[in-house]
């Protein structure tokens, strides 16, 4: 069976992530030993491609899933970086 693509948009979104558990131990001055860099304390910036929202938060949790501290705390859809 033949499946038609070309209808399929990509779009691409921004997210705001940060480490929940690095941030908690920077904070208390305790010694950080989740294997993360003490950067992920504060947010940084993920650019992810998908065909929705909802697939673009579900690409962010497998990448950085929530059982290892991470937190997606803003999700956006940004204009194509390529487009004309």
Do not use: C
């Not at 993920?46 to 929202?53: C, D, F, I, K, M």
């Amino acid at each position: 069976m033949h499946r038609d693509y070309s209808k399929i948009r990509i779009k691409y979104f921004e997210g705001r992530i940060y480490n929940a558990r690095v941030r908690e131990l920077v904070d208390s001055g305790q010694y950080n030993d989740t294997g993360f860099a003490d950067a992920w304390a504060e947010g940084r910036f993920v650019e992810v491609r998908a065909t929705s929202l909802v697939e673009a938060m579900r690409l962010l949790q497998r990448d950085y899933p929530e059982d290892a501290g991470f937190k997606v705390t803003d999700l956006i859809e940004i204009p194509d970086p390529y487009a004309p």
